[in-house]
């Protein structure tokens, strides 16, 4: 899963056949914005249905995969306090199954100020991130690498000048999805000021599927 990746209706033709591969994307301009979801070749699944932001914000898919049904959502967030943002990207994946939902997310903004900050004011989108904590209670989603790492600080977003580390970037799993969880990390980014994060999840019979966001 990708964010901010600029593509536009012109480009996307050709960057799905570059891949070879199952690709679907949230445009915008080829200057602005733009989310995309890259599905490996070796991953057996259908896309089922798919909902793509017209802003190039946020990508939302049914995924059909050894007999389950998950969705997945790709979300590049606004970087303000914009809760109707949020409001709207639930109002659309209403729509979908949500039985297992798996949310990659650039946030732009912190769940926990004291442990996802180094450096700078201590604060973040309150607006925002109250939208995200009424929503997260129905379907039961949670933070899965702070799950895994209850106390841990490492960020996945940093500037140099003043120094400031964040966690701007997470996945969000539903309670469904928890028991087949088995790693998730914050790993180096290439050519970017934000760090890879990862998600293996085990499907019952087949390998274990790795899901990628930056």
Not at 13 to 35: L, M, P, Q, R
Not at 48 to 65: E, Q
Request: proline share 5%.
């Amino acid at each position: 899963m990708l964010q901010e990746v600029h593509c536009s209706q012109e480009t996307i033709d050709i960057w799905t056949c570059e891949w070879g591969y199952n690709a679907v994307f949230s445009c915008c301009s080829s200057n602005k914005a733009g989310a995309g979801v890259l599905f490996n070749n070796n991953f057996n699944c259908q896309i089922h249905k798919v909902f793509s932001d017209p802003n190039g914000r946020f990508l939302i898919c049914d995924v059909v995969a050894d007999s389950k049904r998950p969705t997945v959502a790709n979300i590049y967030a606004p970087n303000e306090d914009d809760p109707n943002f949020f409001q709207v990207f639930f109002h659309y994946s209403s729509n979908f199954n949500c039985e297992e939902i798996i949310i990659d997310e650039d946030f732009n903004f912190l769940l926990e100020v004291e442990k996802d900050k180094r450096g700078g004011p201590a604060r973040t989108h309150k607006n925002a991130l109250k939208v995200i904590q009424e929503f997260s209670e129905n379907p039961g989603l949670t933070g899965i690498w702070r799950l895994f790492n209850p106390e841990a600080r490492r960020y996945t977003w940093r500037q140099n000048q003043p120094v400031i580390h964040c966690r701007l970037d997470f996945f969000l799993v539903s309670e469904s999805s928890l028991c087949n969880v088995t790693h998730a990390d914050i790993l180096p980014g290439f050519k970017t000021d934000h760090s890879m994060i990862t998600l293996n999840v085990a499907l019952h019979s087949s390998p274990e599927a790795k899901v990628f966001g930056s």
